[in-house]
């Protein structure tokens, strides 16, 4: 079986996509079109093709982060965000994802409230208006340039989401800026949502910052995202190595996002090889598909290829993913069905 089809055909579990990084150029044609129709845009037509950073594109992290107002022009009513979710969600299971924990940042936007966004976001995982086999979840994100009110008041929309939708709202996260904002002053909301059930991922690592990397691992979240600036070989220090060593928290690998932003120069030396040699949990994710125009398909084909992995170690990589969801054990001993008969079918 040729390896681009054997990803894709494989289901896969997708852990790490921020929404609105995740829009494709079609889905944002099809909201642009929405806005036009209803008689309320006048704005971003015209920057569409600014929204994917490439490989050889020149702008660095920071800069990264000012692509996002596109997508996010976009995504300002209830109406424009049920058909973004339900868009996104479309296409990663026509590429063959099988579950996913989508992300989103709740904002007030002229039209709706963060309440209204996220229950928006919901409605369309909960009740789609087309047909949709995924398995979809909902973490809410938090940013890291937020004033300390919003934080607490995302934290409050997430405990109160995952009391009236616990098998939806599974989770809550800390993203944006890695340049921006103290992980310390996070504790406290991050704190509250768990102890309310709500399981907890964080941004960890993009940029050389080992004191913050030591604090959120200390923190003991469910999962990181990321993790680049951990190995001392790329901006981490022993200390910090050998706490992600025994902490063994799962990793969310997103090879493409950390080229495209350079925090790694090439596929090869992606600290994707560390983790596994140190029998670290993995899993392969696409962060922001639209913005870095990938899949997750090709993520798994381009880890495959970098690192000489055999369609067994491959497909295994899918199934392992499905011990680090947010989700309850039924909702895991599903997928894992699915994946184990793809791998039988394959081998007979
Ligand atoms: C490239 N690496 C990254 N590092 C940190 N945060 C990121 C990110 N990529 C995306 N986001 C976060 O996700 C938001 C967009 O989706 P939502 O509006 O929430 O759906 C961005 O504004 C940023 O806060
Ligand atoms: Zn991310």
Redesign the pocket.
């Known amino acids: 079986m040729d390896l681009n089809f054997f990803c894709k055909e494989l289901p896969k579990i997708e852990l790490h996509a ?5 829009l494709s150029q079609a889905t944002m044609l099809q909201l642009q079109r929405y806005y036009v129709d209803a008689g309320i845009s006048d704005k971003t037509n015209t920057f569409l093709d600014e929204f994917q950073i490439g490989a050889g594109d020149t702008r660095n ?1 920071s800069e ?2 000012q692509v ?1 107002s596109i ?2 022009s976009l ?1 300002s009513t209830s109406e424009a965000l049920v058909m973004a979710t339900e868009l996104t969600l479309q296409e990663f299971q026509e590429d063959g994802c099988c579950y996913i924990e989508l ?3 709740p ?1 007030d936007t002229q039209y709706i409230t963060k309440k209204q966004y996220i229950d928006s976001i919901i409605r369309a995982m909960e009740k789609p208006s087309i047909n949709l086999s995924i398995i979809s979840k909902l973490i809410i ?1 938090i ?3 937020s004033q300390l009110q919003e934080v607490e008041e995302i934290a409050d929309i997430a405990i109160e989401r995952h009391k009236i939708h616990p098998d939806t709202v599974v989770g809550i996260e800390l ?4 340049a921006v904002g103290n992980f310390g002053d996070f504790i406290p909301a991050l704190n509250r949502a768990r102890q309310s059930g709500l399981k907890v991922t964080l ?1 960890c690592g ?1 940029v050389c910052n080992p004191e913050e990397v030591l604090e959120m691992l200390n923190f003991k979240p469910e999962r990181i ?2 993790g680049v600036c951990i190995h001392p070989k790329y901006g981490g220090t022993e200390e910090t190595w050998i706490a992600l060593c025994q902490s063994k928290i799962p990793v969310e690998v ?1 090879l493409t ?1 950390n080229v495209n ?1 350079k925090i790694t120069p090439d596929y090869e030396s992606h600290h994707f090889k560390e983790l596994i040699e140190a029998g670290l949990p993995v899993v392969l994710c696409t ?2 598909k639209g ?2 125009a990938t899949s997750l398909s090709q993520e798994y084909r381009l880890c495959a290829e970098s690192f000489g992995l055999t369609r067994i170690q491959v497909a295994k990589l899918s199934l392992d993913a499905a011990q680090y969801i947010f989700s309850e054990a039924n909702i895991r001993e599903l997928i894992i069905g699915k994946i184990l008969k793809f791998m039988n079918d394959y081998a007979s």
């Open positions: 921020h929404l609105n990084g995740s992290l990264c982060f996002f997508a996010h995504t992300r989103s940042t904002r994100s940013n890291r340039a993203s944006g800026n890695p941004h993009e995202g990321h997103c996002s932003t962060d922001d913005v870095f």
